[in-house]
């Protein structure tokens, strides 16, 4: 009677135990997918403050490289051989929106970030994205 009653339980777990694997897996992806966002969420947010304080002048490069190294490392100027804040995440991902003039808006957004999952991705389409009110010093 006994090895029927450990015959049993060994069938009922190899039943529930993929089941049970499964549902780990999906929340342990879940989770990490979590703090991806959550981590491009504040990098966006600390690069729309920085842009919202530097200096612009019209037609000037620097301005949108330096927001997107914020986004990317989390400094303007990155030292070699720096990882970025979330892997796989480059500047040619990272749009800048500049102000047009004293007293308007600098946005900055995330496009075409392939967000990585246990089963797939998600291609995120200017998500996360923040608009500060531009109070620096503009240069036209």
């Known amino acids: ?8 339980i060994l069938v009922e777990f190899a039943l529930v135990s993929p089941l049970m ?3 780990l897996l999906g929340a342990m992806s ?3 997918s979590f703090y991806t966002y959550v981590n ?19 037609g000037d490069a620097s301005f949108a490289a330096a927001v997107q190294n914020v986004v990317v490392y989390g400094t303007p ?4 051989g720096q990882t970025p804040v979330v892997h796989g995440l480059t500047a040619g991902a990272v749009t800048v929106t500049p ?4 007293m308007t808006t600098v946005k900055v957004s995330i496009s075409s970030f392939s967000l990585p999952m246990v089963l ?6 200017n998500k996360p994205n923040v608009t500060f009110r531009y109070t620096g010093r503009y240069i036209p």
């Open 1 to 8: 009677m006994k090895s029927k009653v450990r015959g049993q």
């Open 77 to 80: 100027s990155p030292s070699a």
């Open 120 to 125: 797939g991705s998600v291609t995120l389409q």
């Open 30 to 32: 879940f989770g990490y």
């Open 99 to 102: 102000p047009t003039g004293f």
């Open 40 to 58: 491009l969420v504040k990098a966006v947010r600390d690069a729309g403050r920085y842009a919202s304080m530097r200096t612009y002048k019209s």
């Open 21 to 23: 694997i499964g549902l």
